[in-house]
């Protein structure tokens, strides 16, 4: 079992960065891969960024990218995600995920992930 635990969410304002991090609960954690997804009131979980854990490549959903970055720190078993010049269409409640079983490419599904965080809370004011 592990336990992931998202920290860094809050209120920041439009254009502004804020980062997010993601630790998992033991040191020897190797998953094929970590996301994170987000989820704004009324909408379906959809994903952010996914990293691949063992060659460190990289996914970012088009409406992200070249703002956000998602990060691997293997020795503290973390994952954290930079976001920068935030829009109000930002505000969501983000989640880390991990998927620990082998596969193959990026997963983008929710359901492709076996462990979940409890989310923090991103507010980006107009």
């Known amino acids: 079992q592990v336990q992931l635990t998202e920290s860094g969410g809050g209120l920041v304002q439009a254009g502004g960065p804020l980062r997010l991090a993601c630790s998992a609960s033991?040191?020897?954690?190797?998953?094929?891969?970590m996301a994170w997804f987000r989820q704004a009131p009324g909408r379906e979980r959809d994903v952010v960024s996914v990293i691949n854990w063992s060659g460190g490549n990289t996914y970012y959903a088009d409406s992200v990218k070249g703002r956000f970055t998602i990060s691997q720190d293997n020795a503290q078993a973390m994952v954290t995600l930079q976001m920068n010049s935030l829009t109000p269409e930002a505000t969501a409640v983000y989640y880390c995920?991990?998927?620990?079983?082998w596969g193959y490419g990026y997963y983008y599904s929710p359901r492709e992930y076996e462990y979940w965080g409890q989310g923090t809370q991103v507010t980006v004011s107009s």
């Open positions: 995920a991990a998927r620990l079983r």
């Open positions: 033991r040191r020897t954690f190797s998953p094929y891969g």
